[in-house]
């Protein structure tokens, strides 16, 4: 089965995180297929809107700690390498921003629960429409990591610098009204109308004339990469976090609790 299930119809593609038993969240496969399969679909005009949305119950719970576990064949933890867990961290995020700069309209469609490095997904978004149960929250802190992958201003951008750092710093849940008055959301729905709400605002975007369409994703990023402008790689902040002892203790108590499975160090 794939990580992602693509339907194409009337210029709209429909992308579903299809991980539901992981509560979709992204693993080395999905961001294989975003790149290798989503990305290309900004090419040529056929498509001029994209929807992003969750098989499931969720939208999506983050990036996958199973993932980056370093599961060995006896059952234990081993534990992750700097080298290794930064390499994952710049894979998944250069296919978040290779999805973010297609020339279409990217919409999200969130319901349940909206985590991490699935928050960031939902933020490259220009549009996303929630229903009334979708939670947002930004745990990385809880892991022992930092909240990367350009993730924390992309946040800040929308939601102003001082629900940021309460998010980020406390790692509690954002629900789906506070999200609206917040601005970082388009508009809250009933979940049984989710779908039909989306498909509307998407169908209006892809009525649109090819051209106005991508200049106006255009106009949006270069706007957005001016208010991000001099922000620093938080690569940096991620590679002292797994050198740093406190942070590699929380890392290996979350895997330990996470996967009941001792932890083996190298």
């Known amino acids: 089965m794939s990580a992602l299930d693509i339907e194409i119809a009337d210029r ?7 991980r539901p038993d992981a509560l979709n969240a992204i693993n080395h496969e999905m961001t294989t297929e975003l790149v290798e399969r989503v990305v290309p679909l900004g090419e040529g005009g056929d498509v001029r809107a994209v929807v992003v949305r969750g ?13 980056a576990s370093g599961v060995v064949a006896d059952g234990a933890v081993e534990a992750v ?16 921003e290779a999805f973010a700069t297609m020339p279409v309209v990217k919409v999200a469609q969130v319901h349940g629960h909206c985590v991490g490095a699935g928050f960031v997904l939902a933020a490259m978004c220009e549009l996303r429409i929630v229903s009334e149960d979708a939670r947002f929250s ?6 022992g990591i930092p909240f990367s992958m350009g993730g924390l201003p992309l946040v800040a951008r929308y939601l102003g610098m001082t629900r940021t750092a309460d998010l980020v710093l406390t790692g509690r849940r954002m629900g789906a009204k506070e999200a609206r008055e917040g601005g970082f959301v388009t508009s809250v729905v009933p979940r049984e109308e989710l779908a ?11 009525a649109r004339p ?13 706007a957005g990469r001016e208010l991000l402008d ?22 290996d108590e979350y895997a330990q609790r996470l996967l009941k499975l001792p932890v083996k160090r190298r």
Do not use: W, Y
């Open 210 to 222: 090819a051209f106005l369409v991508r200049e106006t994703v255009a106009r949006l990023e270069e």
């Open 12 to 18: 709209i593609a429909l992308v579903t995180l299809n």
């Open 138 to 143: 930004i745990p990385e802190l809880d892991f």
């Open 55 to 67: 098989a499931g119950r969720a939208f999506c719970a983050g990036a996958d700690v199973g993932d």
């Open 81 to 96: 390498s700097a080298a290794e867990q930064v390499a994952g961290h710049a894979r998944t995020q250069r296919a978040l």
């Open 230 to 251: 001099g922000q620093r790689s938080d690569l940096s902040s991620l590679v002292l976090a797994t050198l740093d002892t406190e942070s590699r203790a929380v890392m």
């Open 196 to 206: 039909a709400a989306v498909l509307e605002v998407a169908g209006k975007v892809a």
